[in-house]
Every structure is written in C-alpha cells, then in structure tokens.
C-alpha cells in the first residue's frame, strides 16, 4: 500500500477532462472569452515557447536583431559591398596622396638645377670712375675671375652671378643697392671705384686706419625670403668669400713683401692692407627680424586658411535654422543666401582682426616709420603707424579669397571630401607662398596668381618695408573674392538640390513623405505614397520673391 503522502499521476485526468469538454461544449457555445482563455491554455501547454513574441510597428510579431559571425553565410552580400567600398576608397586616398602631397615634395625637387634663376649682379666699378680711373685695377680683376670660376664648375651648382658693366647703373653703386630692393636682382656684389687705390695707398702710405671691409660689398635683402637668402644665397656668397681670399690674399702679399721700395716699418703699419687686404662686407638692406614675425609670414598663415575652412562648419546649422519650421515659416531661400553672405564677411571681418592682434600682442613693431630703400634698416614698416590697419585688411581679403572658395567647394562636394578639399587647399597654397617659385620647376607657376602667395608678399611688404606690389596683390585678392562670391548662389541652389534629391532617394522605400505645412505653423505632415516610388519634388520658384 503506497504511503499517504505520495500523490497519484493526475496527467491521464487532466487530458480526460480536456476532451470530455470539447465533447459537450463546442466553440460555438462556448462565450468568446472562454473560448480565447481556453485556446490560450491550450497553447500554454502545447506550443513551444518563443522568445520574440512582440508587436512591430504594424502590430505584426517580429523577431528581433540578433547579431551574426563575420563569415556567416547571412553576411555574404553586405561583407562583399563593406569591402569593395572599402577598398575603393582606399585606391582613392592612394591616389590622392601620391598625387597631391607630391606638390610639396616636387616644389624644392630642382632646387639645385634652378640655383642660376637667383640672379646675383656683379658691378665692378675699380678703376672706372675718376678720380681713381688711373690705376690699374687689381681686386676687381679678381673678385670677376673667383666668379666665373664659381660659375663654370662643374662640381657645384652656383648663383647666376651676371657681370653687368658699370654704365648699366650710371657708375652709381647706390643705384645697385635699388636695383636690389626693386627686386631685380636677389643680391648684387658691388667692387667700389677706389678699392685697388685705397688698397695701395694704404700700404705705401702705412695707413693703420684702413679698412679691408670697405672695397667689396655683397647686397642683399633677407626678408623678402629668408630661407631663400639663408639656404642658398649667403652659403654660396661665402664660398666665394673663401675662393676669392685664397687666390687674392698670398697674391697680394707676396707682392708686397717683395716689393723693396717701401720700407718695412711702413708695412708693418699697414698690416691689415697687407693682409688680408680686401674682405667683402655683407650689407643686408631688410633684415629678417624679429624672430616672432615668422608665424606672420609662413605657418601662422595656414591657420587663416583652416580658420576660414571651418567656419562653414561652425555657422552653417546656425544659418540653416532660418529655414528649418520650428515655431516659424521657412525664410525665403534667396534671402537665406543674403544673409548667409553678409554673416560670413562679416566673420572674416572680426576674425581676421583677431588674428592680426595676435602678432601685435607678440610685439611685431607695426609703428617705426619708412627706411631709405638703400640703407639696412631694422624693423622699418611700409605705412609707420598705419601699418597694422593695412595688415589687418590684407588678412581680411585673404580670408574671403581663402574662404569663399572653401565654402562654395564644401557645398558641391559634401562630406566625406571637404577633409581632402582641405589638404589641397593648404597644400597648394602653401608650396607657392612659403618657398620661392623662382626655385620651383615651372609648373609651380600658377603659384602666382594663388591668394596665399598674395598674402605672404603683402605681409613681409607691410612688415619689413619691402618694394610694394601692394596693389598687385590686393587686386588679385579681390579677384578671387569676387569670383568665388558670384559662385556662392549657384552653389547653394546646388546644395539644396543634392540634398533634396537624397532626401527623395530616401523616402522612396516608404509609404509616405514628409512636408512641411504652411498652414501650421511649419509643422511636418506625412502624406502617404506608394511604396517604392518616388516622392514628388518640391517646387519652388527659383529666386522666387525677387
């Protein structure tokens, strides 16, 4: 006898009772709530349980996402489209480093061949001018031949030194030192009229006073580019210091040692005519300085191009509010435009002075007065106390040339490609306007007419007091503002255009479209559609309200 606890198997009942209720009550008799309670228990009991039994948005049950392998036979088709669009834009940005980024390698590829376009004039006036035209000249002679034996060797490449016959300049050193300002010549070696004279009188007279430095002269000025001057000019310049003072100076000794009219207490006088006799002078007509007036000519100019880039970014959702309904109607596209115009000039406006207080806080002089263009002169500027007005507008130009042309490039190419828009845009400007383009192999010439070479020249004009093309640069400057400001509207009809068109694209796939009613306050409104066509295009009337 099993004992009283234990509870007898009550499965067997439980499906008697089950079917003895089907026999009697039929689903016709039964109330429609007993009848769903009871194929709900039966399904309780009898269907598996599943785990994704939930309303979608049409009151269907779905069953959720549940995330795959990489190789899994479901992702074949969108692995296959993930890599192919992958590896396209791989190929692009392959492309487009071998191909852009190379404009800056190539700008200094032919430096050494391109050395002779750094024009260096050699003006010997020894001997020519009275009253010293009676002497017979010794040290021009010689600093002529040291030259040309620069020039002819066939182990270096040298300057493209010019001898140029004293009358081309009026017999006027000083007009060599303008022609060097003007920007005829990157330097000029002048040999003064009375240096062989000098020379001799000062040793047969034994002279203590007299000067070695006075007889040769190299000009030049380095800040109309100083890695130019101080990269390629002033090492060849004093290589041919070096040449010239090792065939002169034994020379000259040695005849003068051996001369025995002159006695040698006089001699010993004049030691320094002795030897070494002649050593050339550099005289800097502008020198680069100070240091902190760098960033003013070369890097800090790549941030008013980045500054300007990215000011498309910062502002426009702020101006694209305008025609977005939230509480409003849409403003008028061609207005949107006005006022994104005058919104961004007068951007470039404030921000532009604000870069330029950044180099007069750092102390760049912007008040000394004009220097005579043929003495050296230190931290003179163009327009005295004017200047930092000039250099303020000169960073405004540039910045609606720069920037313009980046908000127009920005709306027709769109995201991802603004980012490679940038790196041409810096780089090319850059290559033009930091590096001489008379080092550059000619194709840099369309370097000239880029803004960034413009800004440069007008900046180191206003900073150093430089020969002004001031009205060259502000034009082509002007040049491209205008241009890129008559663009400006086409582009952004282009972009509403582009991005309406990948709206509908969108919105094909749907039931329904999305407007904006005018009659509510600019509320969306969804109007229906059959799935898988396009939804019509809004028409507006084009420059409508005009």
């Known amino acids: 006898m099993p004992p009283h606890n234990d509870l007898p198997d009550a499965s067997s009942m439980v499906i008697a009772a089950r079917d003895e ?44 996402h549940r995330s795959a392998g990489f190789w899994d036979p479901k992702m074949k088709k969108i692995r296959g489209t993930v890599i192919y669009e992958w590896a396209r834009m791989l190929l692009i940005l392959s492309v487009f480093i071998i191909g852009v ?18 024009t260096v004039h050699v003006v010997d006036f020894d001997g020519q001018v009275a009253p010293y035209d009676y002497v017979t000249p010794l040290v021009g002679p010689a600093v002529t031949t040291a030259v040309q034996q620069m020039s002819n ?30 920007w005829h010549a990157w330097a000029a070696i002048v040999i003064h009229s009375n240096a062989t004279a000098l020379l ?60 025995t009219s002159i006695p040698r207490d006089t001699i ?15 005289i800097d007509l502008r020198p680069f300085q100070p240091a902190a007036a760098t960033p003013s000519v070369t890097i800090g100019l790549i941030y008013l191009i ?25 403003l008028h596209f061609w207005q949107l435009i006005i006022w994104r115009l005058v919104a961004t000039i007068a951007t470039y406006l404030f921000v532009s002075l604000m870069y330029s207080f950044v180099s007069l806080a750092f102390q760049i002089p912007f008040w000394p007065s004009p220097a005579s263009p043929t003495e050296p002169a230190f931290n003179a500027t163009a327009y005295g106390r ?71 020249q007008a900046s180191r004009q206003i900073l150093f007091d430089l020969h002004s093309e001031i009205g060259l640069n502000f034009g082509v400057l002007f040049a491209w503002a205008a241009i890129n400001v008559c663009l400006f509207p086409l582009c952004c009809y282009y972009m509403r255009w582009k991005g309406e068109r990948e709206k509908r694209a969108a919105e094909k796939g749907a039931e329904s479209y999305t407007v904006y009613d005018a009659e509510a306050e600019g509320q969306k409104k969804d109007v229906p559609k059959e799935k898988g066509t396009l939804p019509p295009v809004r028409k507006r009337g084009f420059f409508r309200g005009v």
């Not at 689903?27 to 269907?47: C, K, Q, V, W």
């Not at 190379?102 to 050395?115: E, I, Q, R």
């Not at 060797?153 to 060097?180: C, F, H, K, M, W």
Request: hydrophobic content about 40%; charged content about 15%; proline content about 8%.
């Open 386 to 456: 004017g200047s930092f007005v000039v250099y303020w507008m000169v960073n405004f130009v540039g910045m609606n040339a720069l920037g313009f042309a980046c908000e127009n490039v920005a709306m027709v190419i769109g995201q991802p490609w603004t980012a490679a828009w940038l790196i041409f845009w810096v780089i090319t400007n850059v290559s033009t306007s930091f590096y001489s383009i008379d080092l550059a192999p000619g194709f840099f010439k369309w370097g000239y007419a880029w803004p960034l070479h413009h800004i440069v």
């Open 101 to 118: 980024l190379s404009l800056y390698w190539a700008v200094l590829f032919h430096v050494d061949k391109n050395m002779k376009t750094l």
């Open 153 to 182: 060797s066939p182990t270096q490449r040298s300057l493209g030194y010019t001898i140029v016959p004293p009358e081309q300049y009026n017999y006027d050193p000083i007009a060599v030192r303008q022609a060097v300002y003007d």
């Open 306 to 330: 980045i500054v300007a880039f990215f000011s498309y970014a910062f502002f426009l959702p702020i101006h694209m509010k305008f025609i977005i309904p939230a509480g409003h109607p849409p």
């Open 21 to 64: 209720n089907r026999g009697y009550m039929s689903d016709g008799e039964m109330s429609p709530g007993h009848a769903d309670s009871t194929r709900g228990s039966e399904r309780t009991i009898l269907d598996p349980p599943r785990d994704y039994d939930y309303p979608g948005e049409d009151g269907r049950y779905e069953e959720p």
């Open 200 to 259: 001799q009188e000062a040793v047969t007279t034994g002279n203590s006073s007299y000067d070695p430095t006075g007889a040769v002269q190299y000009i030049i000025q380095s800040a109309r580019q100083e890695t130019t001057y101080y990269n390629y000019i002033v090492p060849q310049l004093e290589s041919l210091t070096k040449q010239f003072t090792a065939q002169f100076g034994p020379a000259w000794s040695q005849s003068v040692v051996s001369n």
């Open 268 to 282: 010993a006088r004049a030691a320094a005519a002795v030897n070494p006799g002649v050593t050339p002078l550099q």
